[in-house]
T-cell receptor, first 116, second 112 residues
Framework: ETGVTQSPTHLIKTRGQQVTLRCSSQ?????VSWYQQALGQGPQFIFQ???????GRGNFPPRFSGLQFPNYSSELNVNALELDDSALYLC???????????????FGPGTRLTVL | AQSVTQLDSQVPVFEEAPVELRCNYS??????LFWYVQYPNQGLQLLLK??????LVESINGFEAEFNKSQTSFHLRKPSVHISDTAEYFC??????????FGRGTSLIVHP
C-alpha cells in the first residue's frame, strides 16, 4: 500500500509567480487536506477537499486555491507568490466516511517552497 | 476558536531520562486532542489522540498523555527516552470537524 506522496520535493520561485503543488492520497482515502508550515511554526490548515469539493477552509486568501480529481489526488495552486509564502506545504489524506466520525489523517513528506 | 500553547520550544534530555512536553489549549467547544511527531525531512505522524473515554492515552512506543480538563492541558510524557525519540513534537486541538489547530512545536533533543 502506497502512502501519501507529494511532488516536487523542493521548489524555488520568484515573487509574483504562480506555483502548483501535487499530492497523491493514500489508497482508499477520499479526503485531502493541505497545510502550510512556516519555519519554526506548526502547520496551519489551508483547506480540505472531500469528493472533489472544498469541505472547509482556513484563514488563507483566495490566491490559495485547490482541486481534487476523481482519483482523489489533489493540487494546491498559489498565485502572485509573496516572500511569506516560503514554507513547507503538507498534504494529508484520510478515509472520510458519511457522518461526522474521526478518521486519522496521514501526512505526506511535504514540498519545500522557497520564494525569492 | 481554538488555540494551543506549547510552553517549551526546545527540551534537551539525556538518554534513558524521563521527559515531559507541555501543552495547554483553549477552546469554547468540546475538544479532541492530539500529539504528532515530525522526524527530520518527513511529514507528521500521529503519536496519540484523545477523543473520549479514559483521560490517559498511550502510544505504542511508550509515550503517554493525560487530558486534564480543569487545567486545559494535554502534556506528553515518556519515562525513559531513546536517541531515536529526537524529533519535533506538535500538540493539536480540534472541535467537531476534526481539523487540527497545531501548536508551534517542541524540539526534543536526546543526548547520549
Amino acid at each position: 500500500e502506497t502512502g501519501v506522496t507529494q511532488s516536487p520535493t523542493h521548489l524555488i520561485k520568484t515573487r509574483g509567480q504562480q506555483v502548483t503543488l501535487r499530492c497523491s492520497s493514500q489508497s482508499g482515502h477520499n479526503t485531502v487536506s493541505w497545510y502550510q508550515q512556516a519555519l519554526g511554526q506548526g502547520p496551519q490548515f489551508i483547506f480540505q477537499y472531500y469528493r472533489e469539493e472544498e469541505n472547509g477552509r482556513g484563514n488563507f486568501p483566495p490566491r490559495f486555491s485547490g482541486l481534487q480529481f476523481p482519483n482523489y489526488s489533489s493540487e494546491l495552486n498559489v498565485n502572485a507568490l509573496e516572500l511569506d509564502d516560503s514554507a513547507l506545504y503538507l498534504c494529508a489524506s484520510s478515509p472520510k466516511s458519511r457522518g461526522n466520525s474521526y478518521n486519522e489523517q496521514f501526512f505526506g513528506p511535504g514540498t519545500r517552497l522557497t520564494v525569492l | 476558536a481554538q488555540s494551543v500553547t506549547q510552553l517549551d520550544s526546545q527540551v534537551p534530555v539525556f538518554e534513558e531520562a524521563p521527559v515531559e512536553l507541555r501543552c495547554n489549549y483553549s477552546s469554547s467547544v468540546s475538544v479532541y486532542l492530539f500529539w504528532y511527531v515530525q522526524y527530520p525531512n518527513q511529514g507528521l505522524q500521529l503519536l496519540l489522540k484523545y477523543l473520549s473515554g479514559s483521560t490517559l492515552v498511550e502510544s505504542i512506543n511508550g509515550f503517554e498523555a493525560e487530558f486534564n480538563k480543569s487545567q486545559t492541558s494535554f502534556h506528553l510524557r515518556k519515562p525513559s527516552v531513546h536517541i531515536s525519540d529526537t524529533a519535533e513534537y506538535f500538540c493539536a486541538v480540534s472541535g467537531g470537524s476534526y481539523i487540527p489547530t497545531f501548536g508551534r512545536g517542541t524540539s526534543l533533543i536526546v543526548h547520549p
